[in-house]
């Protein structure tokens, strides 16, 4: 069992940035792939970016350029710095955890937080 929990967001202006973080508990987090995910209400879950235990890691081309993932596994902690925030990045961002592999699909994560609120304004 993992247990994750989000960090970091707020509201911003566009232009501006924010890191989000995601602390992980319980199970051995370093040696899952951890990944972020953004949603609104009524919408399906979107992949942002996942990395993988060695450090490996991929985004979604809405962020790309724009957003860095990154894992402290001594802390057993996950990053994602965006950078350049638009209007459109207006989600809550969520944390998610999978013990076998690196995937974009949301149903293949075992473990999530709760989330947290970025809001861009213009």
């Known amino acids: 069992q993992v247990q994750l929990v989000e960090s970091g967001g707020g509201s911003v202006q566009a232009g501006g940035s924010l890191r989000l973080s995601c602390a992980a508990s319980?199970?051995?987090?370093?040696?899952?792939?951890m990944a972020w995910f953004r949603q609104v209400p009524g919408k399906q879950r979107e992949w942002v970016s996942y990395?993988?235990?060695?450090?490996?890691?991929l985004s979604a081309s809405s962020l790309k350029g724009r957003s860095t993932i990154s894992r402290d596994n001594a802390k057993n902690t996950l990053y994602l710095q965006m950078n350049a925030l638009k209007p459109e990045d207006t989600y809550m961002y969520y944390c998610?955890?999978?013990?076998?592999?690196?995937?974009?699909?949301?149903?293949?994560?075992?473990?999530w937080g709760q989330g947290t609120q970025v809001t861009v304004s213009s």
């Open positions: 990395i993988w235990p060695d450090g490996r890691g």
């Open positions: 998610a955890a999978q013990n076998l592999y690196c995937t974009v699909v949301s149903s293949q994560y075992n473990y």
């Open positions: 319980g199970d051995t987090a370093s040696r899952y792939c």
